[in-house]
């Protein structure tokens, strides 16, 4: 498979699901801006995903949306290596894909390092990426990767690997997530994409300390902040319009400083090759 035959997917899949074809037109018209390091992001239709209750209880509670029975009659899937590819019908960027385990299986990253970069690999110009199962994942039962064409400038914390040697890179990868206990990546959000300067393939594994910020919610003084991987990779998508208007640099270093680490600079590019 390659990223052109994915694009002819991703057309052709929106032009037959209404629901996908109103949010990605949709997605045209969200506003946008910058603040400080932060693209900031305003995309109502990511109030579901944003606002999603993932603890067991609430899941158990809910059909898995990401298991082929319980899709969309219109929602159809490109198989590879034991995951089906989906179009997100609940776009942040203008194409933006699911790609979902073909079994129900728990969000957990053990031994599927090296099928993320295989995807990056296929999926060349997108940033493919892992939310953990309890920082940002909105289907924490179900074992899926995202991708979506941009580009990442993470200013937290951030564990880099250069792909060389694939093999390689996954036993770093995984030797680094035993070390800071976190061996199924239930804490942290990866992302594994082409740097555009150096044109090499990289990993960035972000550490989290929580999910979300402590003024999450919708009460007074409150905001609907979820960060996940997109989050850490500097844009901030706000599905509420008061939300967007009121976003500050002070409230993005807030949040960044409750969810994650903070950047050590004297830190370098860990290569494996």
Known sequence: MTVSETEVFFKEQVAAWPLAERN??????CLTKRVGEM???????????????????????????????????????????????????????DRHFTIAATSHTPQDISGRIGDMIALARMLDGYTVFFNGARCGASAPDHFHFQ?????????????????????????QAELYLESIGQPRGEMVN?????????????????RRKCHRPSFYGTGEGEMLLSPASVEMAGYLVTPRREDYVAVTPEIIDCMAREVAFSRDKSRGMDKHG
């Open 24 to 29: 990605y037109a949709d997605l045209a018209r």
């Open 39 to 93: 693209t900031v992001l305003f995309n109502p239709a990511r109030a579901a995903s944003s606002n999603a209750k993932t603890d067991a209880g609430s899941i158990a509670l809910r059909p898995c949306f990401l298991c082929a029975a319980n899709r969309p009659s219109e929602q159809r899937a490109l198989s590879w290596r034991g995951y089906e590819i989906l179009v997100n019908p609940f776009p942040i960027f």
């Open 147 to 171: 991708a979506a064409p941009f580009e990442p400038h993470i200013s937290v914390e951030c564990h880099k690997i250069e792909v060389i040697d694939d093999a390689a890179a996954v036993g």
């Open 190 to 206: 990866i992302l594994c994409y082409r740097d555009r300067v150096a044109g090499q393939l990289v990993i960035d594994i972000v």
